[in-house]
């Protein structure tokens, strides 16, 4: 049964039984509803908990029914039922209560939350806004400004700010259930609250919209689901309550059948897909208990700190006690900067530095699970690593190189044990990015990979497999994307220009202010060295201006100009006089045609690299894009975006 009653003296438990996160189907909605008309013809209940089996609460609505026209009972009718019930109900929440789940227990007369429960309303995320009254009652709940944050956002939030903000009337420590019951109980004896539809809101000023506009718009980056929401809200302090409803729900439907929220729903399954891909579903993944990384440059100390944040302890290898310091230093300063943004405590930052061995001897590696490389990026010095770790790693330690460009068949070359090797890509910084390329040679065991996978999991990472290529799936993309963008300078379109268009376009950066802030000299390394290994590589403009001593932000100049100490990009008369004789005017192009061209740059060499089997599917590109390279979201991604899916 989905939903099942059960009855403690005169409080009657609800529980919904929905695996494996209790969404909300058609058959839970009719047993919600069912359950209201049986409790409340029932003259023995007084008041009635919804508790949920398992490991959440109600966390959303049925994705299997994304896509198809609804069925009743709506759900807006059933949050309406549940707040007009004869018998108050509690809604006791443990781990999340998002979307409709959050709005069901807000059509309860009480909330109640585990210590480590959340409440959220995540529906721009998708596209769209709450349809079952999430804009409308939140704001009776916790007032305006809170319901702001929570709704255009789509982040969740914790138990114990929740009810410090009104959205839960307690939070339950110890037994959950006994609480709810507990607190049912002592609610019965004082005057009920009104319903959520009938408290009052404070209405705040036009100008209070007007900043809120302002900054909505600055996050959503032209995402409409967020201002979307933002109206709702603004609706629902300043108009009766039927009528705020009204204009939620059209709201809803509006946006539901809009490009964004398809293009967000496929972004959505995609990464619902990811961590556990169907061909290693059977295979068990080595178990994590130990890890190492060898160097603590910028990429290492944050793979580190990736693995700390995880649980895992962690040694830090390096070639000498000086750049073991620099490496702890490193580390340091990451955990200082998360307790300077307010993400951890001290108390949190000293113990996951604690958790962290450094040394200069690969010996101490011999229990290591998992061993992560992560030093300069030239083949001898990588090899070199690994001829250590062979020597002194279990034979079924898996051993994996963060490499960019270099191919990982010429790094595991000689390898007594090939099938423990595998290339993980990670992004800088690695500990805060969620793009983890996973790169096997042909030698690689299925569970090697499978733990490649897992390690995603478990540094809640989206994780795309790539083959083996220059670049493999993203840099591969983004030096014909950079190609492109300088095409455009040859024939005349100016660099800003085409860093306003792609702004425009939902990035939030341009090529030329992104790699004037990355820095312009890594790849013209990179092309240096192809070109000393005898490669045919025609010259860049980009080569132009480092040669000339303009490396980007560090250098005070790149593609623009900086003031000293500034980071605001400056059209440059310097880099007008360097480029000059290799520009040739063509047509002009609007912003829109600027953007395009470059994103269908992307989705041609995204078809090269599905037709060479490098990338698996379209989705894996535009998850590539998105969480490394910086994608919209809510355009889906290159290939979406251009009408290649599968």
Not at 173 to 191: C, H, I, K, M, V
Not at 224 to 238: H, I
Not at 565 to 580: D, F, N, T
Request: proline letters at 7%; hydrophobic letters at 45%; a neutral charge.
């Amino acid at each position: 049964m989905t939903v099942t009653i059960a009855r403690q003296g005169e409080i009657a438990i609800v529980t919904v039984d929905n695996p494996p996160v209790n969404a909300l189907s058609q058959a839970l909605r009719q047993g919600l509803w069912d359950a209201v008309d049986t409790l409340d013809a029932d003259p023995q209940v007084a008041a009635v908990v919804l508790a949920c089996a398992g490991r959440t609460f109600i966390a959303g609505a049925d994705v299997t029914e994304f896509g198809k026209p609804p069925q009743p009972p709506h759900l807006p009718d059933l949050v309406d039922r549940i707040e007009a019930a004869q018998k108050p109900w509690v809604a006791a929440i443990h781990g999340s209560a998002l979307g409709g789940g959050f709005e069901v227990a807000m059509g309860c007369r009480f909330r109640v939350a585990a210590p480590d429960a959340s409440v959220g309303l995540p529906e721009v995320s998708l596209g769209i806004v709450p349809g079952a009254s999430g804009t409308v009652r939140t704001p009776r709940l916790a007032g305006a400004a809170l319901a702001v944050e929570l709704v255009t956002s789509g982040r969740p939030m914790r138990a114990a700010k929740a009810a410090e903000a009104g959205l839960v009337d307690a939070v339950i420590q110890g037994d959950l259930l006994e609480g709810a019951t507990a607190f049912a109980r002592q609610a019965l004896a004082q005057p009920l609250p009104a319903p959520v539809s009938a408290r009052p809101v404070a209405a705040p000023d036009a100008g209070f919209w007007a900043e809120q506009e302002k900054a909505v718009a600055k996050s959503a980056k032209g995402a409409a689901a967020p201002l979307r929401a933002l109206a709702c809200l603004r609706k629902a302090v300043e108009a009766p309550f039927a009528e705020a409803m009204a204009f939620e729900r059209q709201t809803f439907l509006e946006l539901r059948g809009s490009d964004q929220a398809a293009a967000l729903r496929h972004v959505f399954f995609a990464e619902r897909a990811a961590p556990r891909p169907a061909a290693l579903r059977e295979v068990e993944p080595l178990s994590l208990r130990r890890a190492a990384v060898i160097g603590g440059g910028t990429m290492g100390a944050g793979i580190v700190a990736a693995l700390r944040e995880a649980g895992l302890p962690v040694t830090l290898v390096e070639r000498d006690d000086k750049a073991v310091a620099r490496g702890l230093a490193n580390l340091r300063g990451i955990f200082a900067g998360g307790v300077k943004r307010g993400n951890l405590t001290e108390a949190q930052a000293e113990a996951l530095a604690a958790g962290v061995t450094g040394t200069t001897d690969y010996a101490s590696l011999a229990d290591a699970d998992l061993v992560i490389e992560a030093v300069f990026e030239e083949i001898g010095v990588k090899r070199a690593v690994f001829e250590q770790l062979a020597r002194v790693c279990r034979p079924d330690a898996v051993l994996a190189t963060n490499t960019s460009y270099l191919d990982p068949r010429a790094i595991a070359e000689g390898q007594p044990e090939p099938e423990r090797f595998i290339g993980l890509h990670f992004f800088s910084p690695a500990n805060v990015m969620k793009l983890l390329e996973i790169v096997p040679v042909p030698e690689t065991s299925d569970r090697t990979l499978a733990t490649g996978f897992a390690l995603a999991r478990l540094l809640k990472k989206i994780p795309v497999r790539a083959g083996i290529c220059e670049g493999f799936i993203g840099n591969r993309i983004l030096k014909r994307y950079r190609a492109a963008a300088e095409a455009l300078v040859r024939q005349g379109v100016p660099i800003a220009e085409i860093d306003a268009a792609m702004r425009g376009h939902g990035f939030a950066m341009g090529p030329f202010e992104a790699q004037d802030l990355g820095g312009l000299d890594i790849a013209f390394l990179q092309r240096e060295g192809a070109r000393a290994a005898g490669q045919a590589v025609p010259e860049t403009l980009g080569d132009i201006l480092v040669r000339a001593g303009r490396k980007g932000q560090k250098t005070g100049g790149g593609w623009y100009d900086y003031a000293p100490g500034e980071r605001k990009p400056q059209p440059s008369a310097a880099v007008a006089e360097l480029l000059a004789g290799h520009i040739r005017p063509g047509p002009a192009m609007g912003r829109e045609e600027i953007a395009q061209a470059l994103v269908a740059e992307m989705a041609a060499e995204g078809q090269a690299i599905l037709d060479e089997g490098i990338a698996q599917a379209p989705a894996d590109i535009d998850l590539v894009e998105i969480h490394g390279y910086g994608f919209p979201r809510w355009r889906g991604g290159p290939m979406f975006a251009t009408g290649i899916r599968g």
